[in-house]
């Protein structure tokens, strides 16, 4: 079974340090794999994705996202954080076997320290 | 660029009454994805459809059902409302021949009193 793990209910981070957030799957298979932002009481927004292709993903907002395949992780990072990147973060992995549904982690709180 | 239109935004309930959540996909996408998101919880799949028929299911009660029509767009009716039903109920559309991400409205929040 496809899932993805998020060690890290909340991080925090000063502004203008850099940032990461934890994501680890496990998954058979070439692994689909997203980062998405939520926001209170907001939808999901999407900023990146690795399908195939080069392991460093940019993203939306100055987001990156690291694919390692021996450690199995797909990190989110930004070299500079800010006050306004506080928000929830999901990573999740897309079920290629079937249906192609989404499997999410259970999301970390970023709060970034003015 | 057309979203996922999700209607309405806000909906308040009574316990055992019955709710109707709509969902208008991008156009040309042909698949809907149904989540909800309890307080403080991961979303959780559904069910799913492709080309108006049902293709997944998740853990969705049997008190709920849900349909796609031949716009597209899809409805999840909820009957019986438990306390419990209280969430954000997400829709999110895709397009199989495109590159695997998909597009998340903005959602339904329930609450069910």
């Known amino acids: 079974a496809q899932s993805v793990a998020q060690p890290e209910d909340q991080v925090n981070v000063a502004e203008g340090n850099p940032l990461t957030v934890k994501c680890t799957y496990s998954?058979?298979?070439?692994?689909?794999l997203f980062w998405y932002v939520q926001y209170p009481n907001r939808g999901l927004q999407f900023l990146l994705k690795?399908?195939?292709?080069?392991?460093l993903v940019k993203g939306s907002y100055g987001f990156e996202a690291e694919f390692n395949k021996s450690q199995t992780s797909f990190h989110l990072k930004k070299p500079s954080a800010l006050v306004s990147d506080s928000a929830l973060y999901f990573c999740?992995?897309?079920?290629?076997?079937?249906?192609?549904?989404?499997?999410f982690g259970t999301g970390t709180r970023l709060k970034v320290l003015a | 660029a057309a979203g996922v239109i999700q209607s309405p935004r806000h909906l308040i309930k009574e316990k055992r009454e019955t709710a109707t959540l709509k969902c208008y996909p991008i156009?040309?996408?042909?698949?809907v994805y149904w989540y909800q998101q309890g307080p403080g919880q991961d979303p959780q799949f559904l069910i799913s459809f492709y080309e108006k028929m049902q293709s997944d299911k998740g853990s969705i009660p049997d008190r709920f059902s849900a349909q796609q029509f031949s716009d597209y767009h899809s409805e999840l009716n909820m009957s019986s409302l438990e306390l419990g039903d209280s969430a954000l109920y997400f829709c999110?559309?895709?397009?199989?021949?495109?590159?695997?991400?998909?597009?998340f409205g903005s959602g339904t929040r329930l609450t069910v009193v």
């Open positions: 156009p040309r996408h042909d698949t």
């Open positions: 690795y399908i195939t292709g080069d392991n």
């Open positions: 999740a992995v897309r079920d290629m076997s079937g249906t192609y549904k989404y499997i």
């Open positions: 998954v058979s298979g070439n692994p689909y």
């Open positions: 999110a559309s895709s397009w199989t021949g495109g590159s695997y991400g998909y597009t």
